[in-house]
């Protein structure tokens, strides 16, 4: 590859400090012992309550996947107000 001079005297210093600061990140760590530590035995004997499940609205505009939980009114607006701007920044593109 064939970097720009500038991007090369940006990019080869941050490349050596990352590099550095993993090293030196790496050697803070303790040393593992060598046993391993058996942790008590967590049984649960209930269910949880669950909330309700969520109505969700599901749609895909163009090459955009959309999820929603607010009511068909507030989704349709925003689908439409999403359309004229995909609009506007075609013909502005």
Known sequence: MNFPLRLRRIAVPLLLTCAGLVTA???DKPAPTGDTVKLPTFTVTDSPDLPPPESWRYTRVGSFEVLSNASDRA????L???AKFTQAMTLVW
């Open 75 to 78: 989704t349709r607006d925003l």
């Open 80 to 82: 439409a107000d999403f």
């Open 25 to 27: 990140h790496a050697e």
